[in-house]
């Protein structure tokens, strides 16, 4: 696997267009985030390129400052390289299939824009990189490297060759639409990703960092629970928009954390310690509502149901790939789905109409849910033994 990559400018109009901003940071910033996220341990950026606001993208991300090797101050290895125009973008997938090619070999989607996306041979590397490292153009060298052949690699993605505004918003564009997640749900992509991206936009504007957006959504959640405890009707209702708030600020972190390149184990960590207090917060709520309205064992059901949430953060943590949706079997699907956040709507709307015009319902309703909570652990545990 090629290990390094290089920034370019194709023509002598690069160096202002790799400034052009992409989603809060330069779109030089985006490139090395790219390279780095596909699989580059040093990513080579030309000096001419060094500026304030480059700079100072690089130095909030650990990783790429780790990455990062300024030319001509460093050098590249005598090695093949991936090299990158830096007015351009393409997604990390890509870019990850050619780190694996056999060099020389191009991204189809960019071998008509003036600025490929080359992995170039160590012969290459060696017969540019002095051109690389004083920031001179290199297109018509790469224009003749491709004349002699380079095997073509479809990445089957975008490509965007930034010349203008509108052309690092269209990369923007692209971007924030690859910030889905395979386990999105239909609720996810219609609602949830709709209002997290502006949010993870701003956060990325103001320098607002992920785990600051996991503690507002922690926040927001224990608004949520509160709410919850002792409920009316009304309260109950502001609970499931205070709950709606923090499942957008949720997947708004995660957002920002790639946005950024700023995913860390202390942030995975807060992730799941969030939403699990959040989730367990909901269910004694609702448990505490139930004992004063309808009488019964609310209350013992809510801890059982939160302790069924605190087994399910566990085991999901411990066997992160146990369920995918839309791959595996039946059972996998299925518990896919019910790990999902669809299921605490459903929950929330139905205790609320419950409360509203049948309180007597509640204790069976929460009986429920802590079963459902221990139902989804212990079936997502026997469906890890059966697998393996």
């Not at 009707?233 to 957008?248: F, I, M, Q, T």
Request: with cysteine.
């Amino acid at each position: 696997m090629i290990r390094q990559a290089a920034l370019y400018l194709a023509s002598s109009d690069d160096a202002r267009a790799a400034a052009l901003p992409v989603a809060g940071r330069p779109l030089a910033f985006r490139a090395v985030l790219a390279a780095v996220r596909a699989g580059a341990a040093r990513v080579g950026v030309p000096v001419a390129l060094r500026g304030a606001a480059l700079e100072r993208a690089i130095a909030r991300s650990p990783r790429a400052r780790a990455a990062v090797v300024w030319l001509p101050d460093g050098c590249l290895d005598d090695a093949p390289a991936l090299l990158l125009p830096a007015a351009a973008l393409a997604p990390p997938d890509a870019l990850a299939r050619l780190l694996v090619a056999e060099p020389p070999a191009v991204l189809v989607e960019s071998r008509a824009t003036g600025a490929p996306v080359l992995v170039a041979d160590a012969a290459l590397v060696r017969a540019l990189a002095p051109r690389l490292a004083a920031g001179a153009p290199v297109g018509d060298a790469l224009a003749a490297a491709l004349a002699r052949g380079a095997g073509p690699l479809h990445g089957d993605a975008w490509f965007v060759r930034a010349r203008d505004a509108a052309d690092a918003r269209r990369a923007e564009a692209h971007l924030y639409a690859g910030l889905g997640s395979p386990l999105d749900t239909r609720l996810d992509r219609a609602v949830h990703r709709r209002l997290s991206r502006p949010v993870s936009h701003l956060a990325v504007a103001w320098g607002i960092g992920p785990n600051s957006v996991t503690l507002l959504s922690l926040g927001a959640g224990a608004g949520a629970g509160w709410c919850l405890w002792g409920a009316t009707p009304a309260s109950a209702l502001a609970a499931l928009g205070l709950y709606l708030v923090a499942v957008v600020l949720d997947h708004s972190d995660g957002e920002v954390a790639r946005l950024s390149l700023s995913e860390s184990a202390l942030g995975e960590w807060l992730d799941i310690a969030a939403d699990t207090v959040v989730h367990a917060l909901l269910v004694l709520g609702m448990g505490v509502t139930t004992a004063r309205v309808a009488g019964g064992a609310g209350v013992v059901a809510g801890v059982v149901a939160a302790a069924g949430v605190a087994a399910s953060a566990v085991l999901a943590k411990l066997s992160p790939t146990i369920v995918l949706r839309g791959g595996g079997d039946r059972l996998g699907r299925l518990l896919a789905g019910l790990g999902n956040r669809d299921g605490y709507y459903a929950m929330l709307v139905g205790f609320i109409l419950a409360l509203a015009a049948l309180p007597a319902a509640l204790p069976a309703l929460m009986v429920l849910v802590a079963a459902g909570s221990h139902a989804y652990w212990l079936g997502r545990a026997a469906y890890a033994l059966r697998r393996r």
